[in-house]
């Protein structure tokens, strides 16, 4: 066998030398040494064959592959054009030098040099106008929405989509030192749990140990698409292999319909469109339908809970109520399942939630947090909050319009410009000395309260990406305010990192303009804030939000990293007290590196915002173009 392989060697060389002893050497083979190495050579040849249109096909779907390979690829798919319909949201000189953005102070300026821009805004407006006039236009929405489900996308239809989504991406790995260091972040974090707590929910890197929730090893799922778009292949391999043979979804568990949904259904939706392997696809359709019960309620609110086995569902049990964010949260995915199964009563019905609560009353747009599965109402007297259990409620009016390509249930985006429009006049106030814009809540509905969730951070990345997509200036005014107030929340910590929960000065009853209070200075390793880093660097392309970010990931690396992962906190106020939680959430690999890793992209586009909305979970779900 040695000596053959030498032959082989020699046979591919073109010195005429060689050749002539190859071919000496050949004579003086016994006939069954030749046949022998005829048929090594003949197998050879069939297996690297294989191999090539292996890899092609891989290559549709996996990017870390030598660049003439993809070259190839993309001259064989054919790239469905953009319909005609609304014009493109980034306009060319938008899209070019970062030295021709805007200073977020001068953004009326530079609206006048955008001409395209503008004229997006105006048909927009026009149209949102048009339908506030005219309320028979929710029937409307209502009929296109039935006509697109009757000409349902074809399997050939989501295979061109899929191939069209895949020719954008090519993640290439890290470009620079501060993706480098988050790489090695996600690395650290992964190396943690995969030695300490792998195949359950969360690791918890001190004890060196782990804690289950619904017992679905969430941490994997969710991490998912993060190794894949930060090209860490062999981490990626591992968690796929792990979901092909250990993920079991017909667990005896009750699970949360919400949480299951972004993280779950999400995470698997996003990596089925970055890789089109087909395992996550059938596991998605799994958990969708062990899922779907959540929704036989009296009142089409669903239940929060299910159990994956039984397929029972039910309230919590604390309380006949669901989170008014948790019901419409479900969305995003509910309808991309429909898309890729080909089957539409998974956003039928995740549909008709958003419609009911869009029947419901509100106060200018805003919702209160609770809402019940049994009466299809509003608790009354619950609290009004972009934060916990209100907050995306907010996004997905505005990512599911845009998921449906800006294109049909015109109703969310109008109840999305209502409710900034209440947000604005009945949330936004502003702090005596420092003037920090800040948007606090209404207690029983009515009394304000001087008081902003970490989560609501995630308002001002959605509201510019609302801007950007037609909304007016005065989201634009108030996500520049926001964002500042958020950074100065984590600044004005010794630790630099944000509390959970921020108190404001109303009316100079406090020394500062920001404060903390004991029960509320823990720090989770949460996203939102970051998330809106990376919209306000993807959409302007300022690095100053690159630094900003790398401000506070520095802070994350001194104050939560531990020997095996990273943790929560109890305290940012004092860096000699930090009271270690001994917890790494899920969302800390699915969201908050992911955004890190984006933000410090040289390039902003790495994710292109007109082909894809980020779930809640920071999930990619592709937009659909729709006639
Ligand atoms: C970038 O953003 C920062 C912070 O909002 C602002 O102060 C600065 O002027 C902006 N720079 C450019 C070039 O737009």
Same mark, same amino acid.
């Given at each position: 066998?040695?000596?053959n392989?030498?032959y082989?060697?020699?046979?591919?060389?073109?010195?005429?030398v060689?050749?002539?002893?190859?071919?000496?050497?050949?004579n003086q083979?016994?006939?069954?040494?030749?046949n022998?190495l005829?048929?090594i050579?003949?197998?050879?040849?069939v297996?690297?064959?294989?191999?090539?249109?292996?890899?092609?096909?891989l290559?549709?779907?996996?990017?870390?592959?030598?660049?003439?390979?993809?070259?190839?690829?993309?001259e064989?798919?054919?790239?469905v054009?953009l319909?005609?319909?609304?014009?493109?949201?980034?306009?060319?000189?938008?899209?070019?030098e970062?030295?021709?953005?805007?200073?977020?102070?001068?953004w009326d300026?530079?609206?006048?040099?955008?001409?395209?821009n503008e004229?997006?805004?105006?048909?927009?407006?026009?149209?949102v106008?048009?339908n506030?006039?005219?309320?028979?236009?929710t029937?409307?929405?209502?009929?296109?929405h039935?006509n697109?489900?009757?000409?349902?996308?074809? @399997?050939?239809?989501?295979?061109?989509?899929?191939?069209?989504?895949?020719?954008q991406?090519?993640?290439?790995?890290?470009?620079?030192?501060?993706?480098?260091?988050?790489?090695?972040?996600?690395?650290?974090?992964w190396t943690?749990?995969?030695?300490?707590?792998w195949?359950?929910?969360?690791l918890?890197?001190?004890a060196?140990?782990?804690?289950?929730?619904?017992?679905?090893?969430l941490?994997?799922?969710?991490?998912?698409?993060?190794?894949?778009?930060?090209?860490?292949?062999e981490?990626?391999?591992?968690?796929?292999r792990?979901?092909?043979s250990?993920l079991?979804?017909?667990i005896?568990?009750d699970?949360?319909?919400?949480e299951?949904?972004?993280?779950?259904?999400?995470g698997?939706?996003?990596?089925?469109?970055?890789?089109?392997?087909?395992?996550?696809?059938?596991?998605?359709i799994?958990?969708g339908?062990?899922?779907?019960?959540? #929704?036989?309620?009296?009142?089409?609110?669903?239940?929060?809970?299910?159990n994956?086995?039984?397929?029972k569902a039910?309230? @919590?049990?604390?309380?006949?109520?669901?989170?008014?964010?948790?019901?419409?949260?479900i969305?995003?995915?509910?309808?991309d399942?429909?898309? *890729?199964?080909?089957?539409p009563?998974?956003?039928?019905?995740a549909?008709?939630?958003?419609?009911?609560?869009?029947n419901?009353?509100?106060?200018?747009?805003l919702?209160?947090i609770?809402?019940?599965?049994?009466?299809?109402?509003?608790?009354?007297?619950a609290?009004?909050?972009?934060?916990?259990?209100?907050?995306?409620y907010?996004?997905?009016?505005?990512?599911?319009w845009?998921?449906?390509g800006?294109?049909?249930?015109?109703?969310?985006?109008e109840?999305?410009?209502e409710?900034?429009a209440?947000?604005?006049?009945?949330?936004?106030?502003?702090t005596p000395?420092?003037?920090h814009?800040? *948007?606090?809540?209404?207690?029983?509905?009515?009394?304000?309260?001087p008081?902003m969730d970490h989560?609501t951070c995630?308002?001002?990345?959605?509201?510019?990406?609302?801007?950007?997509?037609g909304m007016?200036q005065?989201?634009?005014t108030l996500?520049?305010?926001?964002?500042?107030?958020?950074?100065?929340?984590y600044?004005?910590?010794?630790?630099?990192l944000?509390?959970?929960i921020?108190y404001f000065n109303?009316?100079?009853?406090?020394?500062?303009?920001i404060?903390?209070?004991a029960?509320?200075?823990?720090?989770?390793?949460? @996203?939102?804030?970051v998330?809106s880093?990376?919209?306000?660097?993807?959409?302007t392309g300022?690095?100053?939000?690159?630094?900003?970010?790398?401000?506070?990931?520095?802070a994350?690396?001194?104050?939560t990293?531990?020997?095996?992962?990273?943790?929560?906190?109890?305290?940012?106020?004092?860096?000699?007290?930090?009271?270690?939680?001994?917890?790494m959430?899920?969302f800390?690999?699915?969201?908050?590196?992911?955004y890190?890793?984006?933000? #410090?992209?040289?390039d902003?586009?790495?994710i292109d915002?007109?082909?894809?909305?980020?779930?809640?979970?920071?999930?990619l779900?592709?937009?659909?173009?729709?006639s």
């Amino acid at each position: 066998m040695f000596e053959n392989r030498d032959y082989i060697s020699l046979s591919v060389s073109d010195d005429s030398v060689r050749k002539k002893s190859f071919k000496r050497q050949w004579n003086q083979l016994s006939r069954f040494q030749k046949n022998l190495l005829l048929v090594i050579i003949c197998a050879a040849i069939v297996t690297i064959v294989v191999l090539i249109q292996g890899q092609d096909k891989l290559n549709l779907f996996r990017s870390s592959t030598p660049s003439d390979h993809i070259i190839k690829v993309n001259e064989k798919i054919n790239i469905v054009p953009l319909k005609d319909g609304f014009p493109s949201i980034f306009p060319q000189q938008f899209q070019q030098e970062d030295d021709q953005l805007p200073i977020p102070g001068e953004w009326d300026e530079f609206d006048k040099v955008r001409p395209m821009n503008e004229g997006a805004d105006k048909l927009i407006t026009n149209k949102v106008k048009k339908n506030l006039d005219n309320p028979d236009k929710t029937d409307e929405s209502n009929t296109d929405h039935d006509n697109q489900k009757k000409s349902h996308i074809r @399997p050939k239809d989501i295979q061109n989509q899929i191939q069209e989504t895949n020719t954008q991406l090519n993640f290439k790995g890290p470009t620079n030192e501060r993706q480098r260091a988050v790489v090695a972040a996600i690395k650290h974090s992964w190396t943690g749990y995969r030695n300490f707590a792998w195949g359950h929910d969360n690791l918890k890197p001190i004890a060196q140990s782990y804690s289950d929730w619904f017992g679905l090893g969430l941490q994997i799922i969710d991490a998912l698409d993060t190794l894949y778009i930060a090209d860490m292949q062999e981490e990626y391999d591992e968690a796929k292999r792990w979901v092909e043979s250990s993920l079991k979804l017909d667990i005896n568990r009750d699970v949360n319909l919400f949480e299951t949904t972004i993280r779950v259904l999400g995470g698997l939706l996003s990596i089925y469109h970055l890789t089109g392997e087909d395992v996550f696809l059938s596991k998605a359709i799994d958990l969708g339908n062990r899922m779907m019960p959540c #929704f036989d309620s009296p009142s089409s609110i669903p239940y929060s809970d299910v159990n994956l086995e039984s397929m029972k569902a039910h309230a @919590p049990k604390w309380s006949p109520d669901s989170s008014t964010s948790e019901v419409t949260t479900i969305q995003l995915e509910f309808r991309d399942l429909s898309r *890729v199964s080909n089957d539409p009563s998974y956003e039928a019905a995740a549909a008709k939630v958003s419609e009911k609560v869009h029947n419901l009353p509100k106060t200018d747009g805003l919702v209160p947090i609770f809402i019940n599965a049994n009466t299809g109402t509003f608790r009354n007297f619950a609290t009004i909050s972009l934060g916990a259990r209100g907050d995306s409620y907010y996004e997905y009016l505005l990512k599911q319009w845009l998921q449906t390509g800006k294109k049909e249930n015109n109703y969310l985006i109008e109840d999305y410009q209502e409710a900034i429009a209440g947000v604005i006049k009945h949330l936004r106030r502003e702090t005596p000395n420092e003037h920090h814009v800040y *948007v606090g809540e209404l207690i029983s509905g009515k009394d304000f309260k001087p008081k902003m969730d970490h989560l609501t951070c995630y308002l001002p990345g959605t509201l510019l990406l609302g801007y950007k997509n037609g909304m007016p200036q005065s989201h634009l005014t108030l996500a520049n305010d926001l964002l500042e107030t958020c950074y100065q929340i984590y600044m004005k910590q010794p630790t630099h990192l944000s509390p959970e929960i921020a108190y404001f000065n109303l009316e100079g009853e406090s020394s500062t303009d920001i404060y903390v209070k004991a029960n509320d200075a823990h720090n989770l390793l949460r @996203p939102e804030f970051v998330e809106s880093l990376y919209y306000f660097y993807a959409l302007t392309g300022n690095k100053t939000y690159q630094d900003m970010g790398w401000t506070i990931f520095q802070a994350f690396e001194k104050y939560t990293k531990v020997t095996h992962g990273y943790t929560s906190i109890g305290n940012v106020k004092t860096p000699l007290n930090l009271r270690p939680k001994d917890m790494m959430e899920t969302f800390w690999l699915g969201e908050t590196l992911k955004y890190f890793y984006l933000l #410090f992209s040289d390039d902003r586009n790495e994710i292109d915002l007109e082909k894809f909305v980020f779930n809640t979970e920071a999930h990619l779900i592709p937009i659909r173009d729709h006639s």
